[in-house]
């Protein structure tokens, strides 16, 4: 029994230590960029710290094989089984081996991790050998040998002793059966929290070095795979000839002159971006939802304006930060965030606010690991980043993380210490389930969603104490404030999922930066969150060239035109009539447009998801 256990913990052990083995090789491989980049020695010291969940999730997959193996040897154990468990992890060893001296080869011209991009260049082994000095390609064979040579002596000499007699008891097999497994999905997972563990993990260091060392390789890749295998070797979304598709969609961004309304009358105001989980268009009384859900925000109407015609790309949280400062539409399937080799090609509202003089900063009540935000809240350079661990212990916390009002508050007072002009981002949580918010839930109606639109309230209680509380701070009257849905949300009026009403939004820009004449209006231009960056960026005189998925609401001559995606489709909304259709279902969920323009209407819209989804696997 105690051969068995020992057995499996000392192996379990040998992978997290052949890890961080593999780990100080690339930091020492690339040590001169480290020390050009003046990466501070205790970031470097902590990467095993920072690591070793994802390598602990990586060892429990490695080690369902030496599981079934040692299951058996606890009924028997003949010298040869052994074998089979060496000739496994040595295996396991060379793969690993392999992949992280392949990352040390790409890392300097790529700066990224390896991924599938990298592996289908494999296809073409000469390619990669020409494109390569023979020196470096000598080097990292050397480190291959080198570096598997070590992991494979090391597992035989101090982590893996042979099983020949092995004592035993009856009651020892069923129960290694029964709670081994259920140890390893636990590891795997990353424990027994809702989210499943990811790369954003591992990811803590404003280096992207750092945190490419820390990120597991394998667990990294297995993502990157399974992400694009699923159907990415192809465009799945081809419905006529690029030529004709690039056209179609080059004509919708066509627009008769490059101008805005102005609506600010600050050259370089602050920006305060509320991201509100959930919230769908049906929770604002003056978007068509009943009164009473959000009183707050209809008073804030009155010093700002409202957009009623603005729509969610995606229905996930990470597809409506892609959307907001990437200016990168959602697609079916996957999202861009949780690639980071594709989601470095795309701009960055935040790094273009940087690069005018812009302090920056991102705050969260719970765990940003969802959708591997955190790897791309990283990514776009916030200078001050705080989720749930960073906030003060005395703040409340349901399932989800702390609770709205906390952190709004904490929000208004931490927003003096950024030097003007800032760019500030709350994520609001407490419009999700479970609902566990701390305020009581007056609405006894609502039937499936009397507890969201409960929960809607709460949030909207805490949007009143959050302005009543910045009001009287000195950076208020510079500040433009800009509050919008990450995705929308079913409702009492229970939408269809695939129709244009399920994923309306609100989106309201308030502030008394904004001129007296557009407070308390509404602008009825048709769009989507990605459309936040050029709109934005057209009001603070700055150009928004290379977001080209963008369009500036405040410029009349741009088209109206919205896109959503569903799970294994798209939608697309013009003023005249929308459709919305499903690969796997035939026919159309919806399709209301009128005669003369239902042809051009689809030829539109699967153009742009054609467009969209070709762009994602080039990237």
């Not at 296809?123 to 291959?144: K, Q, R, V």
């Not at 960055?348 to 900063?361: E, I, K």
Request: aromatic letters at 16%; proline letters at 5%; one cysteine or more.
């Amino acid at each position: 029994m105690k051969q068995i256990l020992g057995s499996f913990f000392r192996q379990l052990l040998f992978w997290i230590v052949f890890f961080n083995l593999t780990r100080i090789v690339f930091v020492f491989y690339h040590l001169h960029l480290i020390l050009i980049e003046h990466i501070p020695f205790q970031e470097i010291l902590v990467l095993p710290f920072h690591a070793f969940k994802l390598d602990l999730a990586t060892a429990c997959y490695f080690m369902v094989i030496p599981f079934l193996i040692l299951l058996v040897q606890s009924v028997y154990s003949p010298r040869w089984i052994n074998s089979i468990n060496k000739i496994y992890s040595g295996v396991m060893v060379v793969f690993y081996s392999l992949t992280s001296v392949g990352e040390m080869g790409i890392y300097s011209e790529w700066k990224t991790k390896l991924n599938y991009k990298v592996i289908k260049y494999l296809n073409h082994p000469g390619e990669i050998y020409n494109s390569s000095e023979t020196s470096d390609f000598l080097i990292l064979a050397l480190l291959l040998v080198i570096v598997s040579g070590s992991g494979i002596f090391l597992y035989i000499r101090w982590f893996y002793p042979n099983l020949v007699k092995v004592r035993r008891t009856w009651w020892f097999t069923p129960a290694f059966l029964l709670v081994t497994p259920v140890l390893l999905v636990l590891g795997m997972r990353g424990g027994i929290q809702a989210i499943p563990i990811n790369q954003s993990e591992a990811i803590y260091s404003k280096s992207n070095i750092v945190n490419v060392a820390s990120v597991n390789n394998v667990f990294n890749l297995y993502i990157s795979v399974f992400e694009n295998l699923q159907n990415f070797d192809r465009n799945p979304y081809l419905f006529m000839e690029d030529t004709i598709a690039q056209s179609l969609v080059a004509h919708v961004y066509e627009n008769e002159k490059d101008t805005t309304v102005k609506i600010v009358s600050v050259h370089r105001p602050n920006i305060v971006l509320l991201i509100l989980e959930s919230w769908s268009a049906d929770l604002i009384e003056d978007l068509g939802g009943k009164p009473g859900i959000t009183p707050e925000f209809r008073k804030l109407q009155e010093g700002g304006i409202l957009f009623t015609d603005l729509y969610a790309s995606g229905a996930r949280s990470e597809q409506g930060m892609a959307s907001i400062f990437g200016g990168f539409p959602s697609h079916p399937i996957s999202c861009i965030t949780v690639q980071p080799d594709k989601y470095k090609k795309v701009p960055s509202l935040s790094r273009d606010l940087q690069n005018v003089g812009y302090s920056t900063a991102f705050y969260f009540g719970g765990q940003l690991i969802y959708g591997n935000i955190k790897g791309y809240i990283y990514y776009n350079g916030f200078q001050k980043i705080m989720e749930v661990y960073d906030f003060p212990d005395r703040f409340p916390q349901g399932k989800l993380g702390i609770h709205d009002e906390y952190t709004l508050g904490y929000m208004a007072d931490d927003l003096e210490g950024l030097k003007p002009p800032f760019l500030a981002a709350l994520f609001t949580v407490s419009t999700h389930s479970p609902w566990d918010q701390p305020y009581e839930k007056p609405l006894k109606w609502g039937d499936n969603e009397r507890e969201y639109i409960n929960a809607a309230l709460y949030t909207d209680h805490c949007l009143g104490e959050f302005f009543e509380k910045v009001a009287a701070k000195p950076w208020y009257d510079s500040t433009l404030f800009i509050i919008v849905a990450d995705h929308s949300h079913n409702s009492y009026y229970n939408w269809h999922p695939h129709s244009r009403e399920y994923h309306r939004i609100p989106m309201l820009f308030y502030g008394n930066v904004i001129k007296e004449e557009f407070r308390g209006t509404t602008w009825s231009k048709m769009g989507n969150q990605h459309d936040i960056p050029a709109t934005l960026l057209a009001q603070l005189d700055l150009s928004a060239d290379q977001f080209h998925w963008s369009k500036n609401l405040f410029n009349p001559y741009v088209a109206d035109f919205a896109y959503f995606t569903n799970e294994d489709g798209s939608g697309w909304i013009r003023p005249d009539g929308y459709f919305s259709f499903d690969q796997n279902s035939p026919g159309y969920y919806f399709i209301e447009p009128s005669e003369t323009r239902q042809d051009t209407l689809i030829m539109e819209g699967k153009a742009y998801l054609q467009e969209v989804f070709k762009e994602y696997l080039e990237d």
